[in-house]
């Protein structure tokens, strides 16, 4: 199977070569001797089971994306529901990040890498397709590349769940090192599974967890400052 990476002024993303007319040679060399062993086919499995459970309701959205995040080795897992027909950065994004990610200089992640990475295939794109890219794919959008450097992140990948009118829902994975091409290609067989395991969401689960996370993160004002009103 031939896979190719896409650069920055092109559709950016991992695709099947026989499946895309814009794909071009490989844009970002690849470091093997640098990477961990990829994960068992058994972590790969599992973040199926985990999204089946979590789109029934079954376990938090949250928990689902700190599970899968361990199974991958990824340091940041996000559920990104993208409006494309919006300005840029006009996203609602239940993000989990990992000790290795977080910093006291580093804001949580609350915007989507995926209009940058898939660029201008974001809407045409086929649900379960895998997308790749790094710090090249977000010149001129500095907020993004800013958030790229400050969580250390060298590679996101970009997994379509679906389209719905002008919005699009991703599973965004973000490593502080570089993927394996074998986890890609097992991501990219399983990327379909992942799709139609979300086609099958319980009704507004997304939206019910978006609102339950906002509350968790009201802050409730202390007895002095209630006094101080």
């Not at 999204?51 to 700190?66: D, F, P």
């Not at 790749?132 to 250390?152: E, P, Y």
Request: aromatic share 6%; proline share 4%; with cysteine.
């Amino acid at each position: 199977m031939q896979w190719c990476r896409v650069g920055p002024n092109t559709s950016s993303g991992l695709t099947r070569a026989a499946e895309s007319e814009d794909v071009v040679s490989i844009a970002h060399p690849r470091w093997n001797a640098f990477h961990p062993e990829p994960k068992s086919l058994a972590g790969l499995f599992e973040i199926v089971a985990i999204l089946s459970q979590a789109s029934q309701g079954s376990i938090a959205l949250i928990e689902m994306l700190r599970r899968m995040g361990g199974a991958l080795g990824a340091d940041a897992t996000a559920i990104c529901r993208v409006d494309l027909s919006a300005p840029q950065d006009a996203a609602k994004v239940i993000c989990y990040d990992s000790a290795a990610m977080r910093s006291e200089y580093a804001d949580p992640i609350k915007v989507s890498f995926a209009p940058g990475v898939i660029g201008k295939n974001a809407k045409a794109a086929k649900a379960g397709s895998v997308w790749c890219g790094r710090l090249d794919n977000f010149r001129g959008q500095v907020r993004l590349a800013g958030i790229f450097r400050s969580r250390r992140i060298t590679e996101t990948v970009v997994i379509k769940l679906r389209r719905e009118g002008g919005c699009c829902d991703f599973l965004e994975l973000h490593f502080s090192r570089s993927v394996p091409d074998e986890l890609l290609a097992h991501l990219e067989n399983m990327g379909p599974v992942l799709a139609e395991c979300w086609r099958g969401r319980s009704l507004g689960i997304f939206s019910d967890a978006l609102l339950s996370r906002r509350r968790a993160h009201t802050v409730t004002p202390t007895s002095d400052e209630i006094l101080s009103m």
